[in-house]
């Protein structure tokens, strides 16, 4: 009986670790006319390089947008790829000092529907940190021509230890008249969602891949 006690324990032992585990997720609720998103993922690398990958997408997203396609923006079609759902080709931005805002143009298609050229959008980013080590930054729609009627970003960096933390995102979503009615919950997923999910991905894999360069890491 006794044997078969620390058979156990031993075995607790070993399977405790795996469960207490990391675990990623993603979800979207769809609530009064909003989608709401839920992403986290965890990342192996140091809260200083964690947070210098966020940097350098606060800066290059009001100043350099084709350098974020290289990798932040890697692969989530935003470069009118082709698509049988929706098309959407990001042109560019342009970051007013003065007033903190960033313009967003690009194009929005519905094959054999609708194409809506040259959309404008006015979003403010800003980022905020905190004495436990958390920062966040936020991207606040302030205008929109007809693609949308709010989003509200924030994406978040947790330490945990000197291993690793996580990177969170929970973004709002509300469209405007046309796609509110074309973006079902399950178009949302294809549209959307994996979009979020691409680009929270993207900034793990970039900080995984600074943290292998870093020496005695």
């Known amino acids: 009986m006794k044997k078969r006690l620390v058979l156990f324990l031993l075995f607790l032992y070993c399977i405790v670790p795996v469960m207490a585990s990391?675990?990623?997720?993603?979800?979207?609720?769809?609530?009064?006319?909003?989608?709401?998103t839920y992403c986290q993922v965890w990342v192996?690398?140091?809260?200083?390089?964690?947070?210098?990958?966020?940097?350098?997408?606060?800066?290059?997203?009001?100043?350099?947008?084709?350098?974020l396609f290289g990798w932040a923006l890697k692969g989530m079609n935003l470069r009118k790829e082709k698509n049988d759902l929706m098309v959407s080709y990001f042109k560019s931005t342009t970051y007013n000092r003065e007033t903190d805002v960033i313009r967003g143009i690009g194009d929005v298609i519905v094959p054999s529907i609708i194409t809506f050229p040259n959309i404008s959008i006015d979003s403010r980013?800003?980022?905020?940190?905190?004495?436990?080590?958390?920062?966040?930054?936020n991207?606040?729609?302030?205008?929109?021509?007809?693609?949308?009627?709010?989003?509200?970003?924030?994406?978040?960096?947790?330490?945990?230890?000197?291993?690793?933390?996580?990177?969170?995102?929970?973004?709002?979503?509300?469209?405007?008249w046309f796609f509110d009615l074309f973006i079902t919950q399950h178009r949302f997923r294809s549209i959307m969602e994996w979009r979020l999910k691409r680009f929270i991905h993207n900034l793990k894999d970039e900080a995984e891949h600074r943290e292998k360069l870093t020496p005695n890491s």
């Open 22 to 36: 990391p675990t990623d997720s993603i979800s979207t609720v769809y609530r009064d006319g909003e989608f709401v």
């Open 44 to 67: 192996k690398a140091s809260d200083s390089i964690c947070n210098s990958v966020t940097k350098d997408f606060d800066h290059q997203m009001r100043y350099d947008l084709d350098g």
């Open 125 to 137: 980013l800003s980022n905020k940190k905190f004495v436990n080590g958390k920062n966040a930054i």
């Open 139 to 176: 991207l606040d729609l302030l205008r929109s021509e007809g693609f949308l009627k709010k989003m509200a970003v924030t994406f978040t960096v947790i330490p945990r230890n000197s291993k690793g933390g996580w990177y969170t995102l929970e973004s709002h979503i509300r469209f405007g």
